[in-house]
C-alpha cells in the first residue's frame, strides 16, 4: 500500500515538487523508479506536468554561438615584417657591433610576442541573442549588446582591408549617439554584417 503524503510503495521516494511523477503510455509513473503509481500516490503527488508539444509555453530557445573571432592576423603583417627585417639588420651588424644581438634582438622579439598576445586578447563573440567584446588576459573587460536592440550595423574597409579581407564592423543602438561596439579589424567583415542583419530579422 502506498502511504500517505505521496510516497512511492516501489521505492518509498517522496514525490514532490522536485521528484514529480509523470504520464507515460497511459499510467503515470514515479520519476525515480519509473514504476507506475498508485491512484492514491498520484493524487498526493499532485498534477502531473505538461506533457511536450501541449499548450504550456515552450521554453526559450537557447543562446548559442554563431560566431567569434579576433582581429586578422593579416592586418599585422606590415608590423611583423618590419620587426623581421629589423631583427635581420641586427644580426647583420653583430658582425661589426656584437652587442647589437645581445641587446636590439631580444627588445625586438619582445615587441613581436607583446603585439601577437595583445591581438589574441581581443575577442568577439556573436550569439543568437547578444554581441559581446571582450579584451584583456588577466584582467578582462567585457561589453555586450542585446540583438534586439540593434539599430543600426555598419561596415568600414581600407583598400587594403578590401584587398586581404578584413575590416572593421560597428554595433550601434538607440541608447547611444555613439558606436556601442566596434570589431575591429576582422576578417569576413562583410559576412559578419550579413550575420548579424539576419539575426535581427
Not at 589574441?120 to 554581441?131: E, F, L, M, N
Not at 543600426?152 to 555613439?178: L, N, W
Request: with cysteine; hydrophobic share 45%; charged share 20%.
Amino acid at each position: 500500500m502506498t502511504e500517505p503524503g505521496g510516497i512511492c510503495d516501489n521505492c518509498e521516494r517522496k514525490i514532490g515538487r522536485l521528484e514529480q511523477a509523470y504520464p507515460w503510455q497511459g499510467h503515470t509513473v514515479c520519476s525515480e523508479c519509473h514504476e507506475r503509481l498508485s491512484r492514491a500516490a498520484v493524487k498526493d503527488a499532485g498534477p502531473a506536468p505538461a506533457a511536450a508539444g501541449s499548450a504550456a509555453p515552450a521554453a526559450e530557445a537557447e543562446d548559442s554561438t554563431q560566431w567569434q573571432g579576433s582581429p586578422a592576423v593579416v592586418r599585422y603583417l606590415p608590423l611583423y615584417a618590419l620587426l623581421g627585417v629589423l631583427s635581420l639588420a641586427a644580426v647583420a651588424a653583430a658582425v661589426y657591433l656584437h652587442w647589437a644581438v645581445l641587446l636590439v634582438l631580444p627588445l625586438l622579439l619582445l615587441a613581436l610576442v607583446v603585439e601577437e598576445v595583445q591581438r589574441r586578447s581581443i575577442r568577439y563573440t556573436i550569439t543568437t541573442k547578444r554581441v559581446v567584446a571582450e579584451q584583456g588576459i588577466i584582467s578582462r573587460n567585457r561589453h555586450e549588446v542585446r540583438i534586439g536592440i540593434i539599430q543600426e550595423v555598419t561596415c568600414h574597409q581600407t583598400v587594403a582591408g578590401r584587398i586581404f579581407g578584413y575590416g572593421s564592423v560597428g554595433v550601434d543602438t538607440a541608447a547611444s549617439d555613439e558606436v556601442e561596439i566596434r570589431m575591429t579589424n576582422i576578417p569576413d567583415p562583410s559576412g559578419v554584417v550579413q550575420l548579424l542583419n539576419s539575426l535581427r530579422g
